[in-house]
């Protein structure tokens, strides 16, 4: 398969080195793109938990109070299986850039018939 995936590149490089070239910068770009909501999120979840953290050192004992520190955990949480998703999304095409090059090509084909 490795053997497939280096001989498809090599034609690609060779037919049409400027399309290659700008499906690699891309492939960089949504990387990074994802790495900066991966960030993005990541702050908003630290926010929430500080403010839930905030609320549950006041002496408040009121219903409002609990409800609050319920919903702003529930929005961290949220904010952090997110954040895992991004990160992995930003991680998986910088470990094989090529292979992932090559599908947003063939899906850029495939969308424009």
């Known amino acids: 398969m ?4 280096l001989e ?8 049409a080195p400027q399309v290659w070239q700008a499906a690699m910068r891309q492939v960089y770009v ?3 793109m994802d790495s900066l909501m991966w960030m993005v999120l990541l702050v908003a979840m630290l926010w929430v938990f500080v403010k839930v ?3 549950m ?3 408040n004992d009121d219903a409002e109070n609990g409800l609050l520190i319920l919903s702003l955990s529930l929005i961290g949480m949220w904010c952090m299986v997110c954040a895992a ?3 992995v999304a ?3 095409p910088l470990l094989n850039p090529e292979w992932a ?5 063939l899906k850029a084909m495939a969308d424009a018939k």
């Open 30 to 32: 949504n990387a990074v």
């Open 8 to 15: 498809l590149v090599a034609k690609l490089e060779a037919m």
């Open 85 to 87: 998703l991004f990160l």
């Open 101 to 105: 090059a090559i599908q947003m090509l």
């Open 2 to 5: 490795n053997e497939l995936l």
């Open 57 to 59: 050192t006041k002496d």
């Open 90 to 92: 930003s991680l998986k």
């Open 53 to 55: 953290r905030g609320f």
